[in-house]
């Protein structure tokens, strides 16, 4: 029999003394007490397990002693057990008011009274045990909180590294989380425009969103690269189709703004239809999902066409995940596809319907409980866009990288047909330190001079096409044609860099199969200065430190001397 330490509280010695050689005889050990002063003097200094309280007690009965007793105990569990000749109902409920457990009447049962002493026990092991264990789960769901915080930075730092923060975005994000089920993407391309993606994985918090990192990592690399958009989406589908157990995937929306083009291009896969809306307000454009969600398609299914829409200065793009459109009121109704139309019509003006969206989703839930992650971003197209370059990191001295080296690189027609070298040769050149602060304007050059090789000289366009809108999509139409049925031709590539100190020298050499063009006559001021042409060489002169034309004006050489004057 397991030994009970019990205080056995009572004014008469001889309940008392009959009592404790009971309680003794049963195996347990026996603590008394002839007053509710002393007793609570006791329980203080040795912590019975178990006591026995007369109700009776001169000075301080033994209902105001169990009540300090009681406090004393704070969240230990201590079982009183009154000792009693009271038989009304009423004085007995007044005992277990004050804190009492239990009562035992005069004359005491041995049988009861060990089978009472036995029960409580087990309660108050049962209690500690209890307490134990919310104590530790405490514990670790601080740990966990801890943990959480720390990776959500983490989360914050990879997801939200881009341009979210640009004049020409507004976003919010709600999770209903922790972690965002819901992922908003922005980076600017080294060339000038915008790449922004809004994802939507399956489920909420952690699981959802450790999808967000890799995905994250690849959008904002690839771009800084200068790879497409399309290129994008297929390694980020690849890699989530890898990563993601059967049945999760991420629904998404992604756009190329391309302010030289006055255009924005659009994939979507599996979001809620979204809508581009006019600068004067009247025309509204459906944008629609025609594609399945990332990670769901193998690599050689994974359709990546995208559909273009002409997007003038001033048009607003709106895109929102589910969780906008299933939001639910307080009867259980979604707030749907259809309201949100109507509030896109009913807005005064263009530039009020992120704020009029926000305040009729509010309106509408009323503070009832979320389900669902919830996301809207605005996407202006802003002539400002043009201009932007990704600078990249800070000047840092090229001891640190390469110095002196030269690489050459011919792309066949096969390779032209369906390999853009821009962001690979851009990827080259930023592993020179010193070329990073000016990464916008490499970029620049190398596309440029690429395009011009491939573009004028392989497919033989011809600029001239581009002095209107109609003429400038006539241009790619061709363009997208003789690709198509491209069978010989080839460019060459080299690059040659020097390097002393904290300066250097960069050459680009670009040579091309075709049948060039009369450069002698060629000059910036010749450019025919229209909008929509004549601004490759130019540009390219701008940035240039040096262009020099050769043979039959196929091929080209630039010079770049770095640190340039506008990025010191």
Request: with cysteine.
């Amino acid at each position: 029999m397991t030994a009970y330490k019990v205080l056995i509280a009572d004014d008469n010695s001889v309940d008392r003394k009959v009592l404790s050689r009971v309680v003794r005889n049963q195996g347990n050990d026996v603590i008394e007490a002839t007053n509710g002063f002393e007793a609570v003097d006791i329980f203080t200094e040795h912590r019975p397990d178990i006591v026995l309280m007369d109700v009776m007690m001169p000075g301080l009965n033994g209902k105001e002693a169990t009540r300090q007793i009681k406090s004393i105990a704070e969240e230990d569990f201590i079982p009183v057990i009154f000792l009693t000749s009271l038989s009304d109902a009423q004085s007995l409920a007044d005992c277990l008011e004050s804190g009492g457990d239990d009562f035992l009447t005069k004359p005491y049962n041995h049988v009861v009274l060990q089978a009472k002493i036995d029960s409580y026990h087990r309660m108050s092991e049962m209690h500690r045990t209890l307490l134990n264990q919310r104590d530790e789960i405490a514990r670790v769901n601080r740990h966990m909180l801890q943990e959480q915080r720390v990776a959500k930075a983490v989360y914050d730092n990879v997801a939200h590294a881009g341009c979210l923060t640009s004049p020409n975005i507004r976003y919010e994000l709600s999770p209903l989380a922790v972690f965002n089920g819901d992922v908003l993407l922005a980076a600017r391309k080294p060339g000038g425009g915008m790449h922004v993606l809004l994802g939507d994985f399956t489920g909420h918090g952690l699981p959802a969103a450790i999808g967000a990192m890799p995905m994250a990592d690849i959008f904002y690399g690839m771009t800084a690269k200068g790879f497409g958009l399309r290129e994008v989406l297929r390694e980020i589908n690849q890699k989530l189709k890898s990563i993601l157990p059967v049945g999760f995937f991420c629904c998404a929306a992604a756009v190329d703004l391309a302010p030289d083009r006055q255009a924005a291009s659009v994939w979507m896969g599996g979001v809620p239809d979204c809508y581009l809306l006019r600068n004067d307000g009247e025309m509204i454009e459906t944008l629609s999902s025609r594609h399945l969600p990332l990670g769901v398609m193998s690599a050689d299914k994974f359709n990546d066409q995208m559909t273009e829409f002409p997007m003038a200065n001033g048009d607003r793009l709106f895109l929102w995940s589910d969780g906008i459109i299933e939001a639910r009121n307080s009867d259980g109704e979604m707030f749907g596809q259809e309201r949100l139309l109507n509030v896109v019509r009913d807005s005064a003006h263009a530039s009020d319907v992120y704020d009029d969206i926000q305040r009729a989703v509010d309106k509408f839930v009323d503070g009832s409980e979320q389900d669902d992650d919830t996301t809207l971003i605005e996407v202006v197209m802003a002539d400002a866009l043009r201009e932007e370059k990704e600078s990249g990191v800070t000047k840092a001295g090229i001891s640190q990288g390469p110095r002196d080296w030269s690489m050459e690189y011919r792309l066949e027609a096969s390779t032209l047909k369906s390999f853009n070298p821009v962001p690979l040769m851009n990827h080259i050149m930023m592993e020179v330190p010193g070329l990073r602060a000016i990464g916008g304007q490499l970029y620049t050059v190398v596309a440029e001079l690429f395009s011009n090789a491939f573009e004028h000289g392989v497919l033989g366009l011809q600029s001239s096409m581009k002095q209107s809108p109609d003429g400038f999509m006539e241009y790619y139409r061709q363009r997208e044609k003789r690709v198509a049925e491209l069978e010989e031709g080839f460019v060459r590539i080299n690059m040659h860099h020097t390097g002393v100190g904290d300066s250097g020298t960069l050459t680009l050499t670009l040579e091309d199969s075709g049948d060039g063009f009369d450069y002698k006559r060629h000059n910036a001021g010749e450019a025919n200065g229209n909008h929509y042409s004549g601004r490759g060489i130019p540009l390219i002169e701008s940035i240039c430190d040096s262009i020099e034309y050769r043979g039959k004006g196929n091929e080209v050489s630039v010079v770049i001397q770095w640190p340039l004057e506008q990025a010191t």
